[in-house]
T-cell receptor
Framework: GAGVSQTPSNKVTEKGKYVELRCDPI?????LYWYRQSLGQGPEFLIY????????DSGLPNDRFFAVRPEGSVSTLKIQRTERGDSAVYLC?????????????FGSGTRLTVV | KNEVEQSPQNLTAQEGEFITINCSYS?????LHWLQQHPGGGIVSLFM???GKKKHGRLIATINIQEKHSSLHITASHPRDSAVYIC??????????FGTGTRLTIIP
């Protein structure tokens, strides 16, 4: 597609529920990143995919968070047993193989609210 | 771990003023990024720098690798420039480390 698409744009869920957030990167971008931005803060890294594999998942806060990218394009971030502290904007970005040369394109984010 | 600090955290200026936002980082990088985020909106990439200076319209970004410092300048500022400006650094194709952002408000 023309840009990075994230769905849904907004998600309200009850504490304890399971949620899935979707990111559709720019076609041909092999690198895909998930970040989380809490109110008033800069984004924080969660996980980075190169192709289908997670090259770096060191930012996932705990084992309730999991992400997949089975075909090397669309990625899904999955959060189990959601907690109120998970409320944030979840941002996705994609880049060509070497982001150092080509930079990043960000999606508009999914605003997750856990009530 | 690379620490990224921005200053000021908040900046209010009159339309037409020259704006400077600063960014410092703690360890060597391969690239520094300036990003813009409007309220409720996504993040837009403004510049990616590894050395020297870049200019796009009224925006200018500079980087001093030796001093680990970058500045973003806006000339002839306009109310539509009001946004959060974020500095982020990367090393190769790894994750970005972000600063906390500078909230810029331009008053007509």
């Amino acid at each position: 597609g023309a840009g990075v698409s994230q769905t849904p744009s907004n998600k309200v869920t009850e504490k304890g529920k399971y949620v899935e957030l979707r990111c559709d990167p720019i076609s041909g971008h092999t690198a895909l990143y998930w970040y989380r931005q809490s109110l008033g803060q800069g984004p924080e890294f969660l996980i980075y995919f190169q192709g289908t594999g997670a090259a770096d998942d060191s930012g996932l806060p705990n084992d309730r968070f999991f992400a997949v990218r089975p075909e090397g394009s669309v990625s899904t971030l999955k959060i189990q047993r959601t907690e109120r502290g998970d409320s944030a904007v979840y941002l996705c970005a994609s880049s060509l193989t070497s982001a150092g040369y080509y930079g990043y394109t960000f999606g508009s984010g999914t605003r997750l609210t856990v009530v | 771990k690379n620490e990224v600090e921005q200053s000021p955290q908040n900046l209010t200026a009159q339309e037409g003023e020259f704006i400077t936002i600063n960014c410092s980082y703690s360890v060597g990088i391969s690239a520094l990024h300036w990003l813009q985020q409007h309220p409720g909106g996504g993040i837009v990439s403004l510049f990616m720098l590894s050395s020297g200076k870049k200019k796009h319209g009224r925006l200018i970004a500079t980087i001093n690798i030796q001093e680990k410092h970058s500045s973003l300048h806006i000339t002839a500022s306009h109310p539509r420039d009001s946004a959060v400006y974020i500095c982020a650094v990367s090393f190769g194709n790894e994750k970005l480390t972000f600063g906390t952002g500078t909230r810029l408000t331009i008053i007509p």
